[in-house]
């Protein structure tokens, strides 16, 4: 045990040192949750998952350039949803006017769960404020730490274990590579010069990174900001509020900060109604006065991550509606045959909500189930007997906003691993992992056609939130099996 106690010490004051950590305040700050060793996975599946990731980034493109499917599909959820009815008005505005100017900068993570019975499944599209990128390089360098640091303890919690123990020779870990810093920034960088050279402007590209009021997550972005640093170009932090006060047109549809030109800007707000909300403007739904700068951004000649396009597109209404479609249906967003094929078997099943889904929810297995609203950043999927109670608090119009989703069973580890949090080590014996694979694209030419970073997520078996950040995950890492 004591040599427990020293990695989990160790490995607490490495994740302090390089940055993987919330803010308390300012003056202090907490590690993030961590596993102390990493999973595995077999070569050809996590090649699979980035073949996937990467046509599920052309195949969403392709949909937030597809006006007419954007609002057959958003339109029968606006009456009930005030962000999305809010979002799809500006979309439209846009579309009428065709005063659309940005350069769509998709940076997007799919997340994928492993199901014993049918294999690697979508959980969802991250098409706005994909986080936590950099904080999945630093779990992997964590890791790469803790096996030449700590390497008896690291090969005793780690699945390969077994087959260690039949050799005489220890087999060392293949960690796979994650660069999410470097390429995430690298896509950044190439968007940012690109606007600047066509304006033939002097000086640094600035970047804009739209954040949150008091925002905790601040060193996963900052770690973004300080690769673009390094790349010569200017980083600055705005609020919804702030950039509704300090942002001007200049020449040939230059969007101005404060007098001074934007070539990229970066949301990391903006996908839930609050981060419209400004107590100083007195408003019934979203705040139309900030929502207004969504606008502004898109009629201007920038990068943009996200535009409203890509926001609706990325949606869980979108993402229900896509797994009804067959392959062949699949091919009329830009997809190949093979492409749409290559896809179609990662999609769970997904069902609207009916009259009837209480009936056959309880047909075929009340546990079986999740129940999502269009919610983003954790807290909106709804269990067990919990599914019953809303939907029968549930008006008919409300239906369309929510979606059943099959529940994925993942097989948990073989060995039992350590989540460190708050700086505590517990033994988890059934760890089950998430794997968000990122992928950039300039207006639909891919940046890394494979991939840009990944992000595992892992928690307890029995745990159903688990995200890093508002649940009850951890940051890991893979390993090849």
């Known amino acids: 045990m004591k040599n427990v106690e020293i990695a989990v010490t160790d490995s607490v004051e490495w994740a302090l040192a390089h940055s993987l950590i919330f803010k308390k305040s300012n003056a202090s700050s907490l590690h993030c949750p961590f596993t102390l060793t990493p999973c595995n996975i077999d070569k050809d599946r996590f090649e699979n ?6 046509l599920f980034g052309k195949l969403l493109h ?4 597809n006006d007419a499917f954007i609002q ?49 499944k979508l959980i969802e599209f991250n098409g706005i404020a994909a986080g936590m990128g950099p904080f999945g390089q630093r779990a992997s360098e964590l890791h790469t730490y803790i096996a030449a ?21 220890p087999i060392q870990p293949e960690f796979i590579n994650n660069e999410a810093i470097e390429q995430l920034a690298d896509g950044i960088a190439k968007s940012a010069f690109m606007v600047k050279q066509k304006h033939k402007d002097a000086g640094k590209p600035t ?24 790349k010569g170009i200017r980083t600055l932090r705005k609020t919804f509020t702030e950039l509704h006060s300090q942002l001007s047109t200049g020449d040939n549809h230059r969007l101005l ?19 419209y909300y400004d107590k100083t403007i007195i408003e019934k739904y979203c705040c139309r006065t900030l929502m207004s700068v969504r606008l502004m951004l898109e009629q201007h000649d920038i990068a943009m991550n996200a535009t409203i396009a890509q926001q609706l597109a990325s949606s869980k209404r979108v993402q229900m509606l896509l797994s009804n479609l067959s392959a062949q249906a699949l091919v009329q967003f830009g997809l190949t045959e093979q492409e749409a094929l290559t896809i179609k078997p990662f999609f769970g099943e997904m069902l609207p909500l009916h009259a009837d889904s209480i009936d056959h929810l309880m047909a075929t297995g009340l546990d079986n189930w999740v129940l999502k609203n269009q919610g983003e950043g954790g807290g909106h999927c709804v269990f067990g007997e919990d599914i019953v109670t809303k939907l029968r608090t549930l008006d008919e119009l409300e239906y369309e906003s929510w979606s059943l989703m099959r529940k994925i069973v993942p097989l948990p580890r073989t060995n039992p691993s350590m989540i460190i949090r708050h700086g505590e080590a517990s033994m988890i014996g059934d760890i089950i992992s998430e ?3 990122f992928t950039i694209n300039i207006d639909d030419v891919a940046i890394d056609n494979s991939l840009s970073g990944y992000l595992v997520r892992s928690k307890p078996a029995n745990v159903m939130e688990g995200g890093v950040h508002s649940g009850q995950g951890a940051v890991d890492s893979l390993i090849y099996r």
């Open 62 to 65: 392709a949909i937030s350039k």
């Open 435 to 437: 794997i968000g694979i």
């Open 72 to 120: 057959q599909a958003i339109e029968p959820i606006a009456d009930t949803d005030p962000l999305f009815s809010a979002l799809l008005k500006l979309h439209n505005k846009l579309s009428q006017t065709q005063s659309r100017r940005a350069t769509p900068l998709l940076i997007m993570r799919t997340d994928f769960m492993d199901d014993q019975q049918l294999g690697p």
């Open 207 to 230: 970047f804009v990174m739209v954040v949150q009021a008091n925002e905790d997550n601040v060193y996963d972005q900052h770690l973004l900001e300080y690769a673009l640093h390094a």
């Open 49 to 54: 998952l980035q073949l996937a990731a990467g």
């Open 149 to 169: 640091q700590h390497a008896n303890l690291f090969h005793s919690y780690i699945d390969s274990y077994d087959l260690q123990r039949q050799s005489d020779t």
């Open 257 to 275: 900060l404060n007098g001074e030109a934007v070539d990229v800007v970066y949301l990391r707000a903006g996908y839930q109604q609050c981060d």
